[in-house]
């Protein structure tokens, strides 16, 4: 599912190259490494609380919404290349990978929901058996990134001038989009205007 990671992710590779691409999925994996541990502990009875995800969404949105609106900002003047306005440092991007996951309320109702159907369809019963569901999760990531990374950078030579501005305002724009579903879906979920999906329905449908 397209998202604020993949716009991020085509940004900063077009800006900085394709490490950047592994940088932030690094950042997404080790997210999702304490995030599976503190399911394992019981983390779920909380991520399925609607208002606890409405709050992730709106303090996520919030944050995307400056971020996209930083890009359209920028997208006229922004350079190809390791001095362009949009380039971040590597220990930056990792944060950055990690944040803009948890920003994002469908990442951690996925886990709460999906995930642990996934789980629960493996039933793993020692710490490789874990490892082993961990490690193929983060695997499909780092492959499909690499994939996108790899169809910017073998562009990159067309995205010059007014295609990289157009390339860049379009990522902001996805990202602003986003950043206001994400506010829109926090407020329905805080305010407790729809009913939150159900963990056993998630399972159920897995399962089929």
Same mark, same amino acid.
Not at 181 to 206: C, H, Q, V
């Given at each position: ?12 590779? @077009? ?8 940088? *932030?999925?690094l950042?997404?994996?080790?997210? !999702?490494? /304490? ?6 502990m +019981?983390? &779920? $009875? ?5 208002? #606890? &995800? +409405? ?22 003047? /922004? %350079? ?6 949009l ?9 950055? +990978?990690?944040? /803009? ?8 109702? =996925? =886990? @709460?929901t999906?995930? /642990?159907?996934?789980?629960?369809q ?6 490789r ?5 961990? $490690?193929g ?5 780092f492959?499909?990134?690499?994939? #996108?990374?790899?169809?910017?950078? #073998? ?6 001038? @007014? =295609?990289?501005? =157009?390339?860049?305002? *379009? ?8 950043a ?13 205007? &729809? &009913?939150?999906?159900?963990? %056993? ?5 897995? !399962?089929?």
């Open positions: 599912m397209p998202g604020p990671l993949l716009a991020l992710t085509i940004g900063q590779v @077009a800006a900085v190259g394709f490490a950047a691409a592994m940088w *932030l999925i950042g997404h994996a080790l997210l !999702e490494l /304490v995030l599976l541990l503190l399911l394992i +019981g983390l &779920r $009875a909380v991520l399925t609380q609607g208002k #606890v &995800r +409405g709050f992730i969404g709106l303090i996520g949105g919030a944050a995307l919404l400056y971020m996209g609106i930083t890009m359209l900002c920028s997208a006229s003047t /922004v %350079e190809l290349g390791m001095q362009g306005a380039a971040v440092p590597t220990t930056q991007l990792v944060l950055l +990978g990690a944040a /803009v996951s948890l920003a994002n309320p469908y990442f951690t109702g =996925w =886990w @709460a999906v995930g /642990v159907g996934q789980l629960a493996m039933a793993p019963q020692n710490n058996e874990y490892l082993t569901f961990y $490690a999760h983060e695997l499909s990531d492959l499909w990134y690499a994939f #996108v990374a790899l169809m910017v950078v #073998v562009a990159k030579e067309f995205l010059q001038g @007014a =295609w990289y501005h =157009w390339l860049v305002g *379009l990522c902001g724009v996805v990202v602003v989009v986003l206001l579903w994400f506010l829109y879906s926090g407020i329905l979920l805080t305010f407790n205007l &729809r &009913r939150p999906m159900k963990p %056993e329905s998630a399972d159920r449908t897995t !399962e089929e």
